[in-house]
């Protein structure tokens, strides 16, 4: 045991001092929350809907009625430049009203009278003030409607034979976890990266430089020696959970999520929550490490296949974030998938589920205990040992 | 004390160690002579436990190594092929990683750590990272760290390898002086004029065999050469991957 504690303590040390492996360890706790920042504050700034309307028109002089209803309405109206068409090509105009000249006529006719709304659909950007001119012109609409059958005596109810109510079941908290997804992603990838250059450095790396032998002559055990290496990865990865979790928080706290009809918050308890279901898979991520470079026959070679391991956990949960599935109880025992559906269904504030995190834990501890056994098995391996 | 009797092993098709068996007294450098593939290393290897024969025994200090391979490495202080160090590391803490791994610490590590440093002549470089080492203080470090636990028997694979013509003079030094200090070594090496230096007694090995066992003059008897030179060459059966 006393052993293990030496093993452990030589390669944080070793660690800490590869400037390297250390930026790598970094990045995640960076790159995550910063992206996520940059990513809500241009969202925010789209969708605020507490501006003005800002709408173009043509033809002001033809509808006078309408233009006092729209600023009425609070829209604020400026006339539209001549080359209108290009400036909504090019996004310097979100939407333009086009009011012809016989609107007049067809209107007091009791005719359609036509409009033109110029728009382009394309842009995510347009979105918004689009929907609030279409909705301020229906409501126009309507009341004219409504205000013409009442004339002639009519229930203004039998021109509408359904009224629809929509009744929105996704609470805000529902809302803000499809946004928030890729926290939970972050997190898991954290887990699995984290520690990636410390095992890799400490086993392929280690036959690498020719000090495998050497160590190996030591009165330990080889089991001892994988407890030691496989602890100190675990550390390394934790604390890149743990950074990347803080910056996270920190990132929360400063985006104008509310401007998104958004509401998230990441409370001590739920932080908590969301480590007791990933820590436990930083046991698995850093045992699979350790086996695979082991295995490989240089450091390099260990480097492409941590790649490619990584990879195949995070394309379930990528999917996932696309199209989401009903979630069963048997998919907790998958690792990774697990915890991708239990961190998920805490960001949507659901609350933790204690069975799944019980399935999730035996479905990591087995696959740990597998690499673990195959390390030391590997160890006692001439060929493992002296290369192939 | 080191003995070995009618040790084999096969990798796969290649068969590496026929039967070797020889003896090491205490207080004496046996020299493991042999051509470039003779078996050598694998020799060492099986003594010190990271290959397993295939038949026949190897005791260090009348433990059977293959049944308790941890007592064995307690027993014995290893230069192998492979010397790699801990680039990150300095030399110090380089060698106190094995003594703790060898349950050593504290004020008497610290002790024997600079003991050896002046023994090794390499107090300049004690407190420096091994990155950047030179050939002859890497070999260094890894002869510190073997010696760390104070063994009883030393073993040494082509300890000269790489080294220079001072280094080379300082390591036939610190053979002398293990011997003299009552521990028994052994060594291997590809290199006549070496091992006719250093060795109390020589084991000739050749495709996998013992083809000569006994002192200097003993095999110089043997064959009826006056030359140990010619000697070598005699129960070789060629000169071929010796080097003068």
Known sequence: ?388 | MIEVTNLAKRFGEVTAVKDVSFRAADHSVTGLLGPNGAGKTTTLRMLYALVTPDGGHARVDGVDVASDPLETRRRIGVLPDARGLYPRLTARENIRYYGKLHGMGGAELEKRIDALADLLEMKEIIGRRAEGFSQGERAKVAIARALIHDPKNVLLDEPTNGLDVMSTRAMRELIRRLRDEGRCVIFSSHVMQEVSALCDRIVVVAQGRVVADGTPDEIRQSTGKENLEEAFVSVIGSDKGLVQ
């Open chain 1, 1 to 388: 045991m006393r052993l293990i504690g030496v093993v452990l303590g030589k390669e944080l040390m070793d660690h800490m001092r590869d400037k390297r492996s250390v930026m790598t360890a970094l990045i995640f706790p960076v790159l995550g929350p910063v992206m996520f920042a940059g990513m809500f504050t241009i969202m925010a700034g789209w969708m605020r809907e507490d501006r003005p309307l800002q709408l173009s028109v043509v033809g002001t002089e033809n509808a006078p009625n309408l233009i006092a209803f729209l600023e009425r309405a609070g829209a604020q109206l400026t006339p539209a430049p001549t080359d209108y068409e290009q400036q909504v090509q090019d996004g310097d105009l979100d939407v333009v009203l086009v009011i012809p000249k016989d609107y007049g006529d067809d209107f007091e006719a009791g005719r359609s009278a036509k409009l033109e709304l110029v728009v382009d659909n394309s842009r995510n950007q347009a979105r918004v003030p689009i929907r609030r001119t279409q909705r301020l012109l229906d409501g126009y609409g309507a009341q004219v409607a409504t205000l013409r059958l009442l004339a002639r005596g009519i229930s203004p109810e039998l021109a509408r034979p359904l009224h629809v109510d929509e009744v929105d079941l996704a609470t805000s908290a529902k809302m803000a976890s499809n946004a928030l997804n890729m926290i939970p992603l972050f997190l898991l990838m954290a887990a699995l990266m984290g520690g990636m250059h410390l095992a890799i450095d400490s086993t392929a790396g280690e036959r690498e430089r020719g000090s495998l032998e050497p160590l190996l002559l030591n009165p330990i055990s080889r089991s001892a020696l994988v407890a030691g290496k496989w602890l100190a990865t675990i550390i390394a990865t934790t604390v890149t959970v743990l950074l990347t979790l803080l910056g996270f928080k920190i990132a929360i706290g400063r985006v104008p999520l509310e401007d998104l009809g958004v509401r998230a918050d990441l409370g001590i308890e739920q932080m908590l929550s969301i480590l007791a279901v990933v820590l436990p898979l930083t046991l698995m991520a850093s045992a699979a490490q350790v086996l695979i470079s082991t295995f490989a026959r240089s450091f390099k070679e260990a480097q492409s296949y941590i790649q490619v391991l990584v990879m195949i956990p995070v394309l379930p949960s990528a999917f996932l974030s696309l199209s989401p599935i009903k979630t069963q109880l048997w998919m907790m025992a998958i690792p990774f998938l697990g915890q991708n559906l239990l961190v998920t269904s805490l960001m949507r504030g659901e609350g933790m589920d204690p069975m799944g995190l019980l399935l999730s834990l035996v479905g990591v501890l087995v696959v740990t205990g597998i690499c673990l056994a195959a390390t030391v098995k590997m160890l006692g391996s001439e060929r493992v040992v002296f290369g192939r």
